[in-house]
């Protein structure tokens, strides 16, 4: 209850205007809430509110407030100026707050119903101050808000269960193995059910859960504790896969473990599997798209792993819209234990994140040189670029600057309405060209903000393995693009992966843990992913790569 009421606070505090992060901190504040292990009548007893990540003491009155009376004299305040539908419409990426008060005001749009109904009516379109762009943008985003209610981004997600493991294990020290389970545990980029397995001294209660209302805890024993883990973490599809699996051996798998004749198998993961044949299965390929049968016949991958990588490469630097200078971000870098730093800042034609004049880019070379002289052999910054696609598909520096770069992303960031045909030739000509090393972000979706542009990927990943252009993971947690349901295509049709943080400070950098969970979730090993090669590797690879049509690197 509170924490839906924190959210209708926040709402409404953001129709109200005035400073939008008051609002964004009581948004995150309840998210905050949904994932509370201890109870939080026992939080405001002990006065511990402020423990909760983004609880202040000034939301830590309002929480206090709302429990203990249902309400708040500054929500009863707000909920005079709208009526409750208005609030739906906040949750379609891409509409903000100013525009959900003029369609209230102007057209009376108070549901998401009304909202779809005006927009099929072109209503939208007719109305000063809105018009057609906003119309096709509500139209298109009206599933996304659909699809993506009730889930959080990866990243959050463990921020969220990293505090509730952190809560759980101070208030039932007696609770051991605390271990993240549901759709984080499998890789999942956005998560819908947030959970913990917990193994508790004696079986009290099994099976027993511990239900917030956004954060489940599965308290289990020692002896139960694998068949309670293999159940919590999922898929629903890939433990059916298994129960049937199961049946045709003349076993029985449910929630109690695995039943062979009068043993039970349960108290590891690893053991169920045993017993019915298979090698251990990783949580991230657990979604019953025939990795059953590929563990049969013995042809699981060997997933990446963080430790794969070797480089980081797709990174902003001051010099166009990051926050860090080059050395500073390659310094973090090699603070990191990697070996090499790819720098890829904004081309020209992104005037709108400093993208870089000619000037700027033999200035940055002259940077670059200067610290790889420091860094002699160990480490090394390799000179590349994010380049724009243009919509003729060319990209947007000519050759002989091209050629000044060790490496060259390339990038779609404007004119996603082309059609999918002039959108899908428009990559093709891109990766046909000789100095694209890779692709980034390669549909442009930014999830529950934005789908993808249209465009073939089959034709688009056929076209990157014939022309030796590497497929970007993209590894912010907003992107995560190319979805990992097309990373085995890739991999099938000859393509080499490259985990790209896209990161634009230095905390960004850690992005690259996110692509690493998609592209094992993708099933994708280390073998095929660019930045796993060594510094010696990668440098051998990218002048190979261009000595083979006819440019000494």
């Excluded at 009155?61 to 009376?69: A, D, F, G, Q, V």
């Excluded at 809560?167 to 545990?185: E, M, N, V, Y």
């Excluded at 002048?543 to 006819?550: K, L, V």
């Amino acid at each position: 209850m509170v924490v839906k009421l924190l959210r209708e606070y926040a709402q409404r505090t953001a129709l109200r205007g005035g400073n939008p992060y008051r609002a964004k901190a009581y948004s995150r504040a309840a998210d905050s809430l949904a994932a509370l292990a201890v109870p939080l009548p026992v939080l405001i007893e002990e006065g511990r509110l402020t423990e909760i990540p983004g609880v202040g003491d000034a939301i830590a009155e309002i929480i206090t407030k709302l429990y203990r009376t249902g309400t708040h004299p500054s929500l009863e305040k707000l909920r005079k100026e709208f009526p409750a539908g208005v609030l739906e419409l906040l949750t379609v990426p891409g509409l903000r707050p100013e525009k959900v008060l003029r369609l209230y005001k102007d057209l009376d749009i108070s549901s998401l119903a009304e909202l779809e109904t005006a927009a099929k009516q072109d209503r939208i379109k007719k109305a000063k101050g809105l018009g057609a762009a906003l119309q096709a943008k509500i139209l298109q985003n009206l599933a996304l808000a659909k699809s993506g209610e009730g889930r959080v981004h990866l990243h959050r997600a463990a921020a969220l269960l990293e505090h509730a493991k952190v809560s759980l294990q101070k208030a039932r020290p007696d609770l051991k193995h605390i271990t993240f389970a549901g759709d984080f545990r499998r890789g999942c980029e956005l998560v819908a059910d947030l959970a913990l397995v917990a193994e508790a001294p004696r079986a009290e209660q099994r099976p027993a859960d511990v239900d917030s209302g956004g954060l489940r805890v599965h308290l289990t024993d020692r002896k139960h504790f694998g068949a309670t883990l293999l159940h919590a973490t999922g898929s629903a599809e890939h433990v059916e896969q298994l129960s049937a699996l199961a049946e045709q051996q003349g076993m029985k798998l449910d929630a109690n473990g695995l039943r062979k004749g009068r043993r039970l198998v349960a108290a590891k993961e690893q053991d169920i599997y045993d017993a019915l044949g298979l090698p251990f299965i990783e949580p991230e390929l657990r979604e019953g798209r025939g990795e059953i049968e590929r563990a049969l016949n013995g042809k699981l991958p060997k997933l990446v792993t963080d430790q794969d990588l070797h480089g980081i490469m797709h990174c902003h630097t001051d010099a166009s819209d990051g926050t860090e200078t080059l050395e500073r971000m390659a310094q973090a870098t090699r603070k990191r234990g990697f070996q090499y730093f790819g720098v890829a800042d904004h081309s020209k034609s992104a005037h709108y994140a400093g993208g870089l004049s000619l000037e700027q880019i033999k200035a940055q070379h002259r940077e670059a040189d200067r610290l790889n002289r420091k860094y002699g052999t160990d480490f090394h910054i390799l000179k590349g670029i994010e380049s724009d696609i243009l919509a003729d598909g060319s990209l947007d520096y000519p050759d002989d600057v091209l050629e000044s770069f060790d490496f060259v992303v390339a990038s779609i960031h404007g004119r996603f309405k082309l059609d999918r045909r002039a959108q899908t030739e428009r990559l093709l000509r891109a990766i046909a060209n000789p100095y694209t090393t890779m692709v980034g972000h390669m549909t442009g979706r930014q999830l529950q903000r934005r789908p993808g542009y249209e465009v073939d990927i089959e034709e688009v990943l056929r076209a990157c393995a014939r022309h030796d252009v590497a497929v970007e993971i993209n590894a912010h947690p907003w992107r995560l693009d190319l979805d990992w349901r097309w990373h085995q295509a890739a991999l099938e049709f000859g393509c080499m992966m490259s985990i790209n943080p896209d990161a634009h400070s230095i905390a960004e950098l850690d992005h690259m843990h996110w692509g690493v969970e998609m592209a094992r979730k993708g099933g994708v090993p280390a073998s095929r992913v660019l930045n796993a090669m060594s510094l010696a590797d990668i440098r051998r690879y990218l002048r190979q790569r261009r000595q083979s049509f006819g440019r000494a690197a």
